[in-house]
């Protein structure tokens, strides 16, 4: 199921490691987005900004690969809006049982609330960024990058 294995303590463990990746993800793909929206605002290549995050300290596997769905158009994730609202409702219930404020992770929950409003908890998780396209009223489109990601 994956080249590496950890393990992470008694029996339960691995969930609160999943609950983590997963909201890390997607800080990472709320960022992305606006990153790149920044990038298409100030006047950039959008598929050159890919590239130059890709090689530089801001890159994240997030990036690397659900971005280019964004860019491509196709937000073909395979992931709901529910199911990232429910991975992070339960990043905000561990903030509570271990006493850890996630201001981040509310903040990115809030997102995508308004994202499942919009659009939908059917949605592709990746359409969040289409969220901030129809806020700002660009998309995020270049050419060169897969409708959907190869496994």
Known sequence: MCAKSFLMGPVGSAAVIKVIT??????????????????????????????????????????????????NGSYDIGFTMDLALKDLGFALAMCKDFGVPLDLASRVNAIFEEGKRTYGGGAWSTQIVKLLEDTVGADLRAPGFPAKLET
């Open 22 to 71: 997963n909201m890390l993800a997607f800080i990472h793909l709320v960022a992305a987005g606006e990153a790149l929206m920044l990038a298409k605002q100030g006047g950039l290549d959008l598929a050159q900004a890919y590239h130059a995050i890709v090689a530089s300290s801001g890159n994240s596997f997030v990036h690397e690969t659900e971005s280019q769905l964004v860019l």
